[in-house]
């Protein structure tokens, strides 16, 4: 019986369920930890800590301990004013209602737009007929600045020391 006393004391982890338990009183949600990632580890933490437990028991205060982890108070309150009994269900109701809030949040921000078909037609031409006629401007200032000469006669290449051209413009090949 002794012997069976030290080994279990040296190998077993009976004396860690208090270092267990004071993880789980101490854990909290990470910044960017999704709620599926704090459940699975306070399901594992709650399986270290209170292996001798009943399961009941046990599903009832690891559904407490997730709601006390959970980072947003709004998520929290909620989920424990909807007094689940097991893990599970308070994360899928958790769950829930940050995807309820997120598309809340985003749906505040969306307007729909009714246009007639006649009005956007003409709109949409006149917009082409600007692009097109900028593009052509656009086209006509490049072809421009290529082909003719500077008006400083003073401008002389690095590269060639010759007079109306700069480096970058240079025809000489090195």
């Given at each position: ?30 910044p960017g930890e999704s709620l599926q990632v704090l459940a699975a580890d ?10 001798e437990c009943l399961l009941d028991i046990r599903e009832s205060l690891a ?40 598309v809340s949040k985003t749906s505040r921000h969306v307007r729909s737009i ?61």
């Amino acid at each position: 019986m002794t012997i069976k006393k030290a080994l279990e004391s040296r190998f077993g982890d009976s004396h860690m369920t208090q270092f267990y338990r004071t993880e789980l009183k101490t854990r909290r949600q990470k910044p960017g930890e999704s709620l599926q990632v704090l459940a699975a580890d306070i399901e594992r933490l709650m399986s270290l800590a209170y292996a001798e437990c009943l399961l009941d028991i046990r599903e009832s205060l690891a559904a407490q301990y997730f709601i006390d982890t959970i980072r947003d108070e709004d998520t929290q309150l909620s989920t424990r004013l909807m007094d689940a009994k097991d893990l599970k269900s308070s994360l899928a109701y958790s769950m829930k209602y940050e995807d309820a809030r997120t598309v809340s949040k985003t749906s505040r921000h969306v307007r729909s737009i009714e246009t007639e078909d006649h009005m956007s037609r003409e709109r949409d031409d006149k917009f082409e007929f600007f692009f097109n006629r900028l593009e052509k401007l656009l086209n006509s200032s490049v072809a421009g600045k290529k082909n003719t000469p500077r008006r400083n006669s003073n401008i002389t290449c690095w590269k060639c020391n010759k007079k109306w051209h700069v480096q970058r413009e240079c025809q000489v090949i090195t």
